[in-house]
């Protein structure tokens, strides 16, 4: 039971550079989402989609892209690293009437 | 601005007693309140919920409650165990979307 995967698990990039983080699910849900967690600051949400071809901002969006082409993948794009966007990534999804907002293991990336 | 506020970053309780861990929140608005579990290195897990029309939600050794007018919530275990010692992530809703707002964590440690 794969549930919410995030590859990779951890990253060091040079500022500037890009990188996709990857998120699949397989429980077919229709919400995702992605939130970034810092010290002392809790999590922020990122962009989320309500299903495929359907994506908003959260929060904390500069800085990030996201597409939602299929249902099981919903990656988040940095376009050129900065130092402020080292962090825990985590991505999450859920569905329908649930509460429950299942979470992967979480990206750790160091922008240096 | 903070919407969701846990004043204590850390408790320490024995094994065997009570832990009770506070959130409040400023938006009257908000429906939907969430607690959520999260061990060193993984992703947060969803714990117990509960909507805005009940004062009291219980899962076994999990209760939250609900103070609407002081906007107010708490999480009590009862009896505490070792294996409960994580950070807890007060998270709240607004209607039937997914976008959740979290507090900044509480560290509880249940020493043996």
């Known amino acids: 039971n794969a549930g919410v995967t995030q590859t990779p698990k951890f990253q060091v990039l040079k500022t500037g550079q890009s990188m996709t983080l990857q998120c699949a699910q397989d429980m077919n849900h229709e919400y995702m989402s992605w939130y970034r967690q810092d010290p002392g600051m809790g999590l922020r949400l990122i962009h989320y989609s309500v299903g495929a071809g359907i994506t908003d901002q959260g929060e904390v969006p500069n800085g990030y892209n996201v597409s939602r082409s299929t249902t099981e993948d919903f990656p988040l794009r940095l376009l050129s690293a900065a130092p402020s966007q080292t962090s825990v990534y985590f991505c999450?999804?859920?569905?329908?009437?649930?509460?429950?907002?299942?979470f992967g293991q979480g990206t750790r990336l160091t922008v240096v | 601005d903070q919407q969701v506020k846990q004043n204590s970053p850390s408790l320490s309780v024995q094994e065997g007693r009570i832990s009770i861990l506070n959130c409040d929140y400023t938006?009257?608005?908000?429906?939907?309140f969430l607690w959520y579990k999260k061990y060193p290195a993984e992703g947060p897990t969803f714990l117990i919920s509960?909507?805005?029309?009940?004062d009291k939600n219980e899962d076994g050794r999990f209760t939250v409650f609900l103070n609407k007018s002081a906007k107010h919530l708490s999480l009590h275990i009862v009896p505490s165990q070792p294996g409960d010692s994580a950070v807890y992530f007060c998270?709240?809703?607004?209607?039937?979307?997914?976008?959740?707002?979290f507090g900044k964590g509480t560290l509880l440690t249940v020493n043996p």
């Open positions: 509960i909507s805005s029309i009940k």
């Open positions: 998270a709240v809703r607004m209607g039937s979307n997914y976008k959740l707002t």
């Open positions: 938006n009257s608005m908000f429906d939907y």
């Open positions: 999450a999804s859920g569905q329908g009437a649930s509460n429950e907002a299942f």
